[in-house]
């Protein structure tokens, strides 16, 4: 599981055959795209993920954190393609971390103070559609006339996890 993050709530990914470019400048287009959208509370960085285990070479991605949402973004070569993915997580926080540690009541209390109300889920799925379309902008940009196909409606779509369709039942 990702560094922080407890719940993934969706995620997307796409590949680009016969596309190549530099994973930094995209994390670096990317940045410029959520800045602009100046959604707030937001704060990005890099972060490195082991590739498959403890001791493999690690692979940079750009986070993008807002409270208690987290968006780790994946920009990399693969094969003869170039890939871009992206999953958005929820970690508890530092309160919410300790009151679950609490035996019994601890998930209790994260229920009384922190609810799941209509404008948390508002929240999360306006910072999704927010980062998600800074990444369609910065893929279609660099793209654009390169030979590579317009990705369809169906494939700009979030996969959403089936927890966040529960939550909003």
């Known amino acids: 599981m990702a560094k922080d993050v407890t719940v993934v709530l969706s995620h997307w990914h796409k590949l680009f055959e016969g596309f190549q470019d530099s994973p930094q400048r995209i994390y670096s287009l990317l940045d410029g795209a959520i800045v602009k959208r100046k ?9 490195k993920y082991s590739e498959t285990g403890m001791f493999s070479a690690k692979r940079e991605y750009l ?7 987290i968006f780790d973004i994946c920009a990399a070569p693969f094969g003869t393609g170039f890939f871009v993915s992206w999953w958005l997580g929820e970690t ?5 971390s300790l009151m679950l540690k609490i035996p ?8 009384a103070f922190r609810p799941i109300t209509y404008y948390r889920l508002d929240t999360a799925l306006m910072f999704q559609d927010s980062v ?10 660099v793209t654009f006339g390169k030979g590579v196909r317009a990705l369809s409606e169906l494939e700009k779509k979030p996969i959403m996890s089936d927890l966040f369709k529960r939550m909003v039942k």
């Open 104 to 111: 019994i009541i601890g998930p209790l209390l994260v229920v």
């Open 39 to 47: 959604i707030p509370n937001v704060k990005t960085s890099r972060i």
């Open 63 to 69: 986070r993008v954190r807002r409270k208690e949402h």
């Open 92 to 96: 508890p926080g530092f309160w919410a």
């Open 132 to 141: 998600h379309l800074a990444v369609l902008e910065i893929i279609e940009k």
